[in-house]
């Protein structure tokens, strides 16, 4: 079975950083686009940064210029690296996996950002 594994959340202080990592067994990254989302207290999911199969790497608006998002297919690897953290930042972070018609979440990963 495919397993998504986050790792690297936790509590920092605004201005710090943060870098998230996402491990996956019995699939290979290399066929995959990967994403990473997340979802605040009593709101929706939203994406936070993409890279393709191809290395093209989308951000959303709110951490253009803060984030970095990175693979590594060797090491079936997917990485987030946040700069600047804002309290607004606060949520639980996922790890994504698509491909056509397959699709894998990790379980998550705390992120909160607070004095």
């Known amino acids: 079975q495919v397993q998504l594994v986050e790792s690297g959340g936790g509590l920092v202080q605004p201005g710090g950083s943060l870098r998230l990592s996402c491990a996956g067994s019995r699939i290979m990254f290399a066929i995959y686009d990967l994403g990473w989302y997340r979802q605040a207290p009593g709101k929706q999911r939203e994406l936070v940064a993409s890279i393709t199969k191809s290395g093209s790497t989308n951000y959303a608006d709110s951490v253009k210029g803060r984030s970095t998002i990175s693979r590594d297919n060797v090491k079936n690897t997917v990485y987030l690296q946040m700069n600047s953290l804002k309290p607004e930042d606060t949520a639980v972070y996922y790890c994504?996996?698509?491909?056509?018609?397959?699709?894998?979440w990790g379980q998550g990963t705390q992120v909160t950002v607070s004095s």
């Open positions: 994504n996996a698509i491909n056509g018609r397959r699709e894998h």
